[in-house]
């Protein structure tokens, strides 16, 4: 390999700068973060929805079992009635046989004594069977009222267990909606990126949704030669189409992440191993699609993973081929879903 000169050392020196300037360390920091806390939050409110899903058919199924308990009460409640109306009937007609033996006890005082006292022992029977009847009338009508009072705590706890499940239901609906929505436009995306980039699919290019995300990967030998960061014409073509759909679709995040294979690189000039060469080969692309684009930079983020994320884990050419790539990955940004989080 030729000794490097001065010369590349100074271009190695004016492209720092412009990369520093262009991705301050701090900013990345906190892109990388909030797509972290992004992935988090994804998982959690999955995890959530599920477990609002649960609830809801424990409400059911609790709902259920109410209304069963409340049926129950009220067939209770109407036996109970029943039987004290047919007490009552039997209490009133004690009491006029009672009134009809005192009467005739007040006719027959004058009478033999046998006789009225067997009329005394008749009305003494009747007395007790008419206070054991009215013991066990007012036994019934306590029943009755705790029966009623049951059924009306019943219905309050069923109203509550229906309210809160029209609130379980509604939350759920709006986030199932929103993830929806989010898919929707994670497939629209990914046909759109497609669309523009059919010409270069085969030819070293793959687009795929993983996690909610669109994810666009062009391997070495569409944009780079082997050991360089500079982007040739047919990458250019490829990114400035790219670089269209990107500027129509502003709510979309970026982040640019250049991947190596495990073969150590020979140090030259700024390269000096696997982590220079692909942070600086995300960081070539950023300025592409900046250059080929109206698109905000803040929406941006160039990171470099090195060797540390193969696709292929082989030792073999093929392997170590694919790993060598490029992947753009689009996110749709969540601040629908972080609002009603901090709502709820």
């Known amino acids: 390999m030729n000794k490097p000169s001065k010369t590349p050392v100074i271009i190695f020196f004016i492209l720092c700068a412009i990369v520093y300037s262009c991705v301050p360390a701090k900013k990345y920091e906190e892109l990388k973060l909030r797509r972290e806390q992004c992935e988090e939050d994804n998982k959690r409110l999955s995890t959530e929805n599920e477990k609002l899903h649960t609830k809801n058919t424990e409400l059911l199924s609790q709902n259920e079992i109410n209304e069963k308990k409340i049926e129950s009460l009220i067939r209770d409640t109407a036996s109970l009635g029943e039987k004290y109306r047919s007490l009552r009937r039997n209490y009133d007609q004690l009491h006029q046989t009672y009134q009809i033996l005192w009467d005739k006890n007040e ?7 046998s006789e009225t006292q067997r009329v ?3 009305l003494q029977e009747a007395q ?7 013991d066990e009338l007012q036994k019934i009508a306590r029943e009755l009222e705790e029966k009623e009072r049951n059924l009306e705590a019943l219905n309050r706890k069923l109203q509550a267990s229906i309210q809160e499940m029209k609130l379980k239901d509604a939350r759920l609906t709006e986030l199932e909606s929103i993830l929806n929505r989010q898919d929707s436009m994670v497939n629209a995306l990914r046909k759109r990126v497609s669309d523009a980039l059919l010409g270069f699919e085969g030819k070293g290019l793959s687009i795929d949704i993983r996690k909610g995300k669109v994810y666009v990967s062009l391997e070495e030998r569409l944009l780079f030669e082997s050991g360089k960061y500079d982007v040739d014409p047919d990458g250019i073509r490829a990114l400035k189409e790219l670089a269209k759909v990107l500027e129509r679709n502003p709510d979309i995040n970026i982040m640019v992440e250049g991947h190596t294979d495990d073969v150590p690189l020979i140090p030259s000039g700024d390269l000096q191993d696997n982590w220079d060469l692909s ?7 950023v300025k592409i699609l900046l250059q080929q684009g ?11 993973r090195s ?4 696709v292929d884990p082989a030792k073999t050419p093929e392997a170590r081929r694919k790993n060598r790539r490029t992947e753009i990955i689009l996110t749709p940004k969540l601040d629908e879903l972080f609002e009603i989080i901090e709502t709820n």
């Open 279 to 285: 942070v600086m080969r995300a960081t070539s692309i």
């Open 120 to 122: 005394l022992k008749r």
């Open 128 to 134: 007790k069977d008419l206070q054991r009847r009215e």
């Open 294 to 304: 109206n698109i905000d930079p803040a929406r941006l983020t160039a990171a470099g």
């Open 107 to 113: 006719q027959l005082l004058e009478g033999e004594r």
């Open 307 to 310: 060797e540390y994320m193969p």
